[in-house]
Structures are given as structure tokens and as C-alpha cells.
């Protein structure tokens, strides 16, 4: 059985010319934009504090932060999982990871691990982590599957994603629409690489949504083969 096909298509300003489920692949934002991820007022503009709070961490918890960037929710996640809890930041960008690094010594965190990422695997070993987090990066993932297939085998059994992105076609999101998504997009997605929605919610989230996708215990390890930008649609 194959896997969803990657579709070479012409790239517009915002993508990579490659297409997902229909879905053109937008370009990631560089290392040089990690200062927007930190600004002052994101917490009043997105309300990152309900956003953490939506996540129901717990004492313990193996969580994994999926495209990191300067860790913005790493540290914000620390706390809640405690000094028994472990928190996996992963990035593709060596630089990111250092930003984070540094931002993890200032304010002296020690229950975080940094782990340099490639873009089709996430570097987390099998069934090592109860949730993970992706805040509106799932959409730049230059090979979704891929990554998908990572992030499920890294969870454990009832393990879940928690899937953060812009809400596409809402007026009041100030954001490039590549970089937005809507549910039923991300629930085709992630269906295909062996997850099930559970929960969907904004809950006083000024742009974004909140997705959660549980692993399904039926779904097979390698449920197909990955996909190939040379197979015909």
C-alpha cells in the first residue's frame, strides 16, 4: 500500500512548491525570526498562558515540543512536569537549539533536553513520551508523513498530540494563510498516519486552535510506505 503523495507543484510566495493532501507545504521560519517568538506581547496576543494551561500537564509527564524554536513553551511546559518530568525539545536548526540552550541557563531549568531534529524524524525513541506538543509548525514540515510516522511511534500507548495552528479562513487571524490550517485538514492528515481527533477547542484562543490526536493502539507500526513527490496523485 503506498502513503499520501507528495505533489510537485508551482511554489507561491509563501511555500515550498510541494504539495501535501492538497496542501501546499509552507517555508519554515529561519533561526533570525526567534526574536518574534519571544516577543513581549505574544502572551496577550495569543494567550499562551490559556494554551499551557489547555494541555493538562501533569507531575512526570514525558512531553516532547516538536520545532522548539527558542523553547517560548519548553520553559513554560518545565514547571509543570516538574523535576520528575522531562521535557524534549526538538529543532531541525542547530542554531534554534542554541538560542534555547541559552534561554534554558539564564533562568537555570535542568529538566529539559535538547535534541537536534531532521526534517523527517523527530529523534525521539519508541513509546519515550506521553504527549507532544506542536505549535504552528506542523504546517512547515518539509515531510509531514514522515514526521508523522516519527512522532507515532514515539508515543507511548494512548499517547497524544497536541496539534497548535492558526485558524485558517478567520478574519481576525493576522497570518499568512500557508501558515494557517483548518480541522478538517489537520483530521485528514493525521488520520492517514494512524491518529484520531479527540478534542478540538479554542477555548478563548484569540487565533489559534487547539487539536488533540490520540495514537490508535490498531494502527500498525509502518502503516504504509512513505510517499514518493515522483508517484502520480
Known amino acids: 500500500t503506498r502513503g499520501p503523495v507528495y505533489r510537485p507543484m508551482k511554489a507561491t510566495r509563501d511555500g515550498i512548491g510541494v504539495a501535501y493532501f492538497d496542501r501546499e507545504i509552507a517555508q519554515v521560519m529561519g533561526h533570525f525570526a526567534a526574536g518574534w517568538l519571544e516577543r513581549p ?4 496576543e495569543e494567550r499562551t498562558d490559556l494554551l499551557v494551561d489547555m494541555l493538562g500537564l501533569r ?9 522548539a524554536g527558542s523553547g517560548y513553551f519548553t520553559r513554560r511546559m518545565s514547571p509543570r512536569v ?22 534554558l ?10 535534541v537536534l531534529g531532521r526534517i523527517d524524524d523527530a529523534g525521539l525513541a519508541p513509546e ?25 511511534r514515539a508515543l507511548r500507548p494512548g499517547g497524544r498530540v497536541a496539534l497548535v495552528e492558526y485558524r485558517a479562513g478567520d478574519p481576525v487571524v493576522p497570518i499568512k494563510p500557508l501558515h494557517t490550517m483548518t480541522e478538517d485538514q489537520a483530521r485528514l492528515e493525521y488520520e492517514a498516519a494512524g ?18 490526536f490520540e495514537k490508535r493502539p490498531d494502527a500498525p507500526a509502518e502503516a504504509t510506505k512513505s510517499p514518493d513527490a515522483s508517484d502520480t496523485p
Open 41 to 44: 506581547e505574544r502572551e496577550r
Open 59 to 67: 507531575p512526570g509527564m514525558a512531553v516532547a515540543d516538536i520545532g
Open 82 to 103: 516538574g523535576p520528575t518530568g522531562t521535557i524534549y525539545a526538538t529543532d531541525i536548526q542547530p542554531e534554534m537549539l542554541q538560542i534555547l540552550g541559552d534561554g
Open 105 to 114: 541557563r539564564r533562568e537555570g531549568i535542568d529538566n529539559v533536553e535538547p
Open 128 to 152: 519515550s513520551v506521553d504527549l507532544i506538543l506542536l505549535v504552528d509548525v506542523y504546517h512547515e514540515f518539509d515531510h509531514p508523513w514522515e514526521m508523522s510516522r516519527s512522532m507515532h
Open 195 to 212: 491518529f484520531r481527533l479527540v478534542e478540538s477547542k479554542v477555548d478563548g484562543l484569540p487565533w489559534q486552535r487547539l487539536m488533540l
